[in-house]
């Protein structure tokens, strides 16, 4: 993890385009991540936005403690050689599954989801919310990254959110802001 977190904070400062950033979540929103999965009902656990790996890396710490795995969607080829490469170094192949292509159309395919974590491209937030969650399981949870530190750009989502009776929902201010939405 100390490696993906070395590029990280190099991708941030030395001009990368945005695209090509990992663009991970902090340590800390990991273990924040790492203990809902555990705590999580029985169910599929999905993340969408692999990059290099480094958040599914601790979804995986949880996902070994409760017998379960998790199927994380890459939509960029050149992101998924690198969660590859990170999955192979970490051993976590036996509770890790990788799809690359658009989550988006992949979920009709997932049901009885328990654990989403969401971090891709902020503009398709609402399209991926709206997959999800009429496919919770009651006591489910969408975490969503972002959500204080992109709060303009992620208004509508939010409010869609915060504005859901399926959900519980609230803002935790940890890292970059974690939307957590428990189904009802």
Same mark, same amino acid.
């Given at each position: 993890m100390e490696y993906l977190e070395r +590029?990280? /904070?190099r991708d941030r400062i030395d001009g990368t385009p945005h695209?090509? &950033?990992?663009r991970q979540i902090t340590p800390e929103v990991g273990k924040f991540l790492a203990l809902l999965a555990a705590s999580a009902p029985s169910g599929e656990y +999905? /993340?969408? $936005?692999t990059s290099a790996g480094y958040s599914t890396l601790w979804l995986a710490v949880a996902c070994r403690e409760v017998g379960r795995r998790i199927t994380t969607f890459e939509v960029l080829e050149e992101k998924a050689r +690198?969660? &590859?490469e990170t999955f192979s170094e970490a051993d976590v192949w036996d509770v890790v599954e990788l799809?690359? $292509?658009d989550a988006r159309q992949c979920l009709r395919n997932y049901d009885e989801i328990s654990f989403c974590f969401l971090d891709a491209e902020k503009d398709h937030y609402i399209d991926c919310y709206n997959a999800v969650v009429p496919k919770l399981v009651t006591g489910g949870l969408l975490v969503a990254d972002n959500a204080i530190s992109h709060r303009s750009v992620l208004e509508r989502f939010l409010d869609r959110a915060l504005g859901d009776t399926s959900v519980d929902a609230v803002i935790v201010p940890i890292g970059r802001g974690e939307l957590v939405c428990r189904k009802c």
């Open positions: +590029i990280d /904070e695209m090509r &950033r990992l +999905i /993340e969408i $936005g +690198i969660a &590859r799809v690359v $292509g």
